[in-house]
């Protein structure tokens, strides 16, 4: 029995040029819920961006936001999972000075990003997803804590997967996005699972959807997990289960509550 449906956004539900989510998995997300079935998208976007984007149903959703750094509810935050300071701001500060000046860094707070900009199109991603914002110029002006640290690189990922990832793994990184590299303390897998225990629903009655190397750890943690088709032939081949859109798979599950 599935009790909770958890779904990435960018590359899974949404295309990344895709600014509105569409009527057919608002209405499914209203059916699920109509079976007390919960839905959470699981995203590295902050809170204030997923609740305009799931604006019409956020009633019936619980929200993994900041890959898994901060959980919400209703305007409440659920639970949270800090990087230790001194660790975040070094890792800012490798991001800025090696990236060969192709590189923009984003800091997250609970609901706001911190921007150390370089005019490279990161402002413009970020005002398009509907983050709160601020600019800084160095991570000590953050008031509060940190809960990932990314890096927005102007040419795509592909020649600093092997410069970043593997130096900061004690901080999950991991490719996000064609143009994203995230570090956390927390992940989708610890959010989900911390999810789970907040609404006393277990691991085994979660369907989850992905695309990318940042969805690994949810997709390991969830009885039901479904890649989608555009994935990396790597991740492909690790999950049996492959979808064109989450609302076909979705569809297929209301469709068996009616029998």
Known sequence: MIRMVCSDLDGTLLRYDQKVLGERILSQIRALAAHGIRFCPASGRQYTSLKKLFAP???????????????????????KTPMPRALAEEIAWDFWNNSDG????????????????????????????????????????????????????????????????????????????????????????????????????????VMAFGDNYNDISMLD?????????????????????????PEDTIQTLLDSLKD
């Open 57 to 79: 149903v956020a009633e019936h959703c619980v929200f993994l936001c900041e890959n898994g750094g901060v959980l919400y509810e209703n305007d409440r935050v659920l639970a």
């Open 102 to 205: 192709k590189g923009e860094v984003m800091l997250s707070g609970e609901n706001t990003s911190y921007l150390m900009e370089r005019g490279l199109g990161m402002t413009d991603r970020i005002r398009f997803i509907g983050n709160h914002y601020c600019s800084i110029q160095d991570p000590a002006q953050i008031p509060e804590d940190i809960v990932k640290v990314s890096v927005y690189l102007e040419d795509g990922v592909d020649a600093y997967v092997d410069r970043f990832v593997p130096r900061w793994r004690q901080a999950n990184a991991a490719v996000a996005g064609p143009k994203w590299i995230d570090t956390t303390f927390a992940n989708k897998g610890i959010g989900v699972r911390a999810m789970c225990r907040e609404l006393g629903i277990g691991l085994e009655e």
């Open 221 to 245: 943690a969830v009885g039901m997990p479904c890649l989608m088709q555009t994935a990396a032939q790597e991740l492909l081949e690790r999950y049996p289960n492959h979808t064109p859109c």
